[in-house]
Antibody, heavy 118, light 107 residues
């Protein structure tokens, strides 16, 4: 059974960079796209972007200028960096596996809350 | 960008009753639509894909229908564990987009 676990700081100061890691266990990172999504408190889900094992990425147009997603196949990990954060970036951040052939998400991490505050 | 709109925002239903949730796309997504269930404090769980195909582990009381721009998720007889928030997601076009969710509450 594939399991995903997000990790990283729970508090980030405004204008700084949010950095998170997702560790995948119970399966290989190879052959799949891996995504980051987020959910502001009390709100809906937002797709941030995804990465393939080759490093190929797709990003949401609304976040493209500030986001970078990468993958480390040797560690079975993917990473998220979001620069110049503001309070609007406060959210639960999820990593998820995109289905091999189509763009829905079949495995999710539990999520990690990141608060942007000074 | 495709905008996904879910209605109603919340729905009060008694256990054992039927619930019908709607999802509308601003342009056709064919049948490239998924539904997710999110319990409080948990990650979303994939329920349906291809508009009407149940994901592994999804009970038969859940059914999906629709194509193009109009989709429906029906829960035939609500069980206690079904009270949650449900999201639709289109995956026909980039960027991928979710609806705002429908909260199914106990009446």
């Amino acid at each position: 059974q594939v399991q995903l676990q997000e990790s990283g700081p729970g508090l980030v100061k405004p204008s700084e960079t949010l950095s998170l890691t997702c560790t995948i266990s119970g399966g290989s990172i190879s052959g799949y796209y891996w995504a980051w999504l987020r959910q502001p408190p009390g709100e809906g889900l937002e797709f941030i972007g995804n990465v393939y094992e080759t490093g190929s990425t797709n990003y949401s147009p609304s976040l493209r200028s500030r986001v970078a997603i990468s993958v480390d196949t040797s560690k079975n990990q993917l990473s998220l960096k979001l620069t110049s954060v503001t309070a609007a970036d406060t959210a639960v951040y999820f990593c998820a596996r995109r289905h091999k052939l189509v763009n829905y998400f079949d495995y999710w991490g539990q999520g990690t809350l990141v608060t942007v505050s000074s | 960008e495709i905008v996904m709109t879910q209605s109603p925002a919340s729905l009060s239903v008694s256990p054992g009753e039927r619930a019908t949730l709607s999802c509308r796309a601003s342009q056709s997504v064919i049948n490239n639509l998924a539904w997710y269930q999110q319990q409080r404090g948990q990650a979303p769980r994939l329920l349906m894909f291809g508009a009407s195909t149940r994901a592994t582990g999804t009970p038969a009381r859940f059914s999906g229908s629709g194509s193009g721009t109009e989709f429906t998720l029906t829960i035939s007889s609500l069980q206690p564990e079904d009270f949650a928030v449900y999201y639709c997601q289109q995956y026909n076009n980039w960027p991928l987009a979710f609806g705002g969710g429908t909260k199914v509450e106990i009446k």
